[in-house]
């Protein structure tokens, strides 16, 4: 293949009318590392015509088993029909490429080709050659073989520590709605136990106790009832509590003569203030339903509950006789309660006594879902006070 590559390297000259020894040229192109074949597009077939060194160490051939040889001899069963398909394409077109193929050597050993195939032309702006450089990729793709199976083995562990997870998260909600269904039927349990002993309880303060403190365990007990009925028993819909709330308090009351509505936000909470706000509810609302209008009296009783900038403000407000006048404790257990309840959820209450009627107001912050150091959580703080 000599003469061959002196005649390359003399149709190879590489500016216009510059003169390069021929023999300086081949011995160039020779020595450098990076496998190197020129084909002969003008032959029957496209031949290798001359190949250096190091395209020899790469494919295992010696240089008689190359000459008249097309450069297909490198290919075999893995090699990528897209890649084939995009050489010939470019030859076709007498165009460069740039592919990745899958080559074989002498010894049948595979390894991957990254090959750039340039059109050579001469003075005239004849094709006169095919001249192609190599890289042996063998080692980048198996690393990339290595990286893709270190990536399926983390997907494989990542998704079963998943599914342990979900079903670790599954069991916690089935147990959580197991307790709240428990909770449920012992606060109903209580609440009828409750009831039966005020109603053999003579008139007065001991029965009116007996029949709040049974009103209140069944606005917990309608709080559980929802917190296990629900999806997501962490979080709590104030605004479907409050329609079932709302059932019950205006249950027995003539609208013509009392009127009470509701405005609730569709809000999400945390499930830990769900009894806190049950029982703050409860008291204010069914306290302006009972007091605020005796003798008969008309009037209308208002509940709001709306996002603020700091979290959530609730209002109660009716235009009866105003709280002092009521009852004659103004200072009494269910007001202590509700402060109590606003005191444990960090919240601020404030009572409106100016106008005609009762409007107290409350705002409870949002912005953390935990109680801080050193504080019980609101839902186990308020039902151990309020038992």
């Not at 040889?69 to 010939?88: E, F, K, M, V, W």
């Not at 709302?246 to 009470?260: C, K, W």
């Not at 912005?367 to 504080?375: A, K, R």
Request: charged share 25%; proline share 5%; aromatic share 4%.
């Amino acid at each position: 293949m000599g003469s061959s590559s002196n005649q390359v390297s003399a149709e190879l000259r590489p500016v216009g009318n510059a003169s390069v020894d021929a023999k300086m040229f081949a011995m160039a192109f020779d020595a450098s590392p990076t496998p190197m074949v020129v084909t002969d597009p003008r032959l029957a077939d496209n031949p290798i015509v001359w190949v250096n060194d190091a395209f020899l160490t790469l494919t295992g051939y010696a240089r008689a088993e190359l000459q008249g040889r097309n450069c297909r001899l490198l290919q075999g069963p893995d090699s990528d029909r897209r890649s084939i398909d995009a050489i010939r394409d470019a030859l076709r077109r007498q165009a460069p490429v740039e592919v990745e193929l899958c080559n074989y050597r002498k010894d049948g050993s595979a390894f991957w080709n990254a090959m750039t195939i340039s059109p050579v032309r001469n003075d005239a702006g004849e094709l006169v050659y095919y001249y192609a450089a190599q890289a042996d990729m063998t080692e980048k793709h198996a690393l990339e073989l290595a990286l893709q199976g270190t990536n399926d083995e983390l997907e494989r562990q990542v998704h079963e520590q998943t599914a342990d997870l979900r079903a670790a998260l599954e069991e916690k909600t089935a147990l959580l709605h197991e307790v709240d269904h428990r909770v449920k039927n012992n606060l109903q349990v209580i609440s009828s136990l409750v009831l039966l002993k005020a109603r053999r309880t003579p008139q007065g303060e001991a029965r009116d106790a007996l029949q709040g403190m049974a009103e209140r365990i069944g606005a917990l007990s309608m709080v559980h009832r929802m917190l296990y009925s629900a999806g997501d028993v962490t979080r709590f819909n104030l605004e479907e509590f409050a329609d079932d709330f709302m059932s019950d308090l205006t249950a027995g009351i003539d609208p013509a003569r009392t009127a009470v509505t509701a405005e609730v936000d569709p809000i999400s909470l945390p499930a830990a203030i769900a009894a806190p706000l049950a029982l703050m509810l409860h008291e204010l609302a069914t306290n302006a339903v009972r007091h605020a209008f005796p003798n008969d009296r008309e009037g209308r009783v208002g509940i709001s509950a709306r996002r603020c900038e700091t979290g959530l403000r609730l209002l109660i407000e009716d235009d009866g006789i105003g709280r002092n006048a009521a009852t004659p404790n103004p200072a009494g257990f269910g007001c202590s309660l509700v402060e109590m309840v606003v005191k444990q959820l960090r919240g601020v209450i404030t009572w409106h006594e100016s106008g005609p009627g009762t409007r107290v107001e409350i705002v409870i912050p949002l912005h953390s879902e935990s109680p801080g150091p050193g504080t019980s959580a609101p839902r186990e703080a308020t039902l151990g006070q309020a038992g």
